[in-house]
């Protein structure tokens, strides 16, 4: 059950991650970040299904788990949707996957006090490394500014947050309901934004970028695979390791390629695919160690 839950929640995140694209190269990082966790609102509701008002409080008994988190996923949102003005979903996907698969060994090692098999660490850093060989490689293409360099330091610069928000999530999920968790992470995103935006606003007078209702309505329907990625991802964390979990996200790197090839044009190379398939490999191993 845990390894379907963290298969689930992968697939969710990996839809919902490349339709977003298109939105995240159009508008810049915090104001992409507040239309997308804003819309989460809505359709995030059924999370809430069978939930009290006593589970309420106790999510909220737990403000500083929440805020911690809503606040790093804030920022990494708003800094790594940049890197798609420079680098394919796939190579993004790939570096991201690659540092926050490492990281997230070992924050959870340090924060929640989560210990590997031996066996286990080494697939880890074997996935990471092969993730890694993948986003290296340069894939130029004419609609990008192709700064690999820029691309993949703003990568890199997004998975501490990134790795920090989940890892505060899981603590969230395992002392209160998980799926109502899930709601008030993805919505607690939002009223981050509006506090790292009025703060960009003080500070350099640029304010949230406009949009059409039109288009808002395109990020939410776009988005909502969120809700089968977050609501999974709060349930396999409670009951496994939430590093397994991230490892078990990079197989996500399959299927926002496809997607990437079929709705951006954005194929990937002879190289690159095998880059994926000893991926698959390590990911397919972890599951009997």
């Known amino acids: 059950m845990f390894y379907l839950l963290a298969i689930g929640s992968m697939?969710?995140?990996?839809v919902q991650g490349v339709l977003l694209v298109r939105y995240a190269r159009q508008?810049?990082?915090l104001s992409f970040a507040f239309y997308r966790n804003i819309s989460f609102c809505i359709t995030l509701l059924p999370l809430c299904i069978g939930?009290?008002?006593g589970d309420v409080v106790v999510v909220f008994d737990h403000w500083h788990l929440l805020a911690a988190s809503a606040l790093m996923g804030g920022f990494s949102i708003a800094?790594?949707?940049?890197a798609y003005r420079s680098l394919s979903v796939g190579v993004v996907t790939t570096i991201t996957k690659a540092s926050s698969t490492l990281l997230m060994v070992a924050f959870a090692w340090w924060l929640l006090g989560e210990?590997?098999?031996?066996?286990?660490?080494?697939?880890?850093v074997f996935i990471a490394c092969a993730t890694f060989s993948l986003g290296i490689q340069r894939t130029p293409l004419p609609h990008l500014d192709n700064r690999h360099g820029r691309g993949i330091a703003i990568v890199l610069l997004g998975t501490v947050p990134l790795v920090l928000t989940y890892i505060s999530f899981t603590a969230l999920s395992r002392t209160a309901p998980p799926l109502l968790s899930g709601y008030f992470w993805?919505?607690?995103?939002a009223m981050?934004?509006?506090l790292l935006l009025l703060g960009r606003w003080v500070l350099t007078g640029q304010p949230l970028q406009k949009i059409s209702q039109k288009t808002f309505f395109r990020i939410a329907l776009c988005a909502s695979p969120t809700l089968v990625g977050t609501g999974l991802y709060a349930l396999a964390t409670r009951?496994?390791?939430v590093a397994i979990v991230g490892a078990v996200g990079s197989a996500s790197l399959v299927f926002s390629a496809l997607l990437a090839w079929l709705l951006y044009k954005e194929p990937l190379r002879g190289k690159q695919w095998l880059s994926i398939a000893a991926v698959m490999v390590g990911i397919g191993l972890l599951r009997f160690v």
């Open 115 to 124: 210990t590997l098999p031996p066996a286990s660490l080494l697939l880890i």
């Open 27 to 29: 508008m810049d990082g």
């Open 192 to 194: 981050a934004c509006i």
């Open 51 to 53: 939930s009290t008002l």
């Open 79 to 82: 800094i790594s949707s940049a």
């Open 239 to 241: 009951i496994g390791p």
């Open 11 to 14: 697939l969710g995140y990996a």
């Open 186 to 189: 993805e919505t607690a995103i």
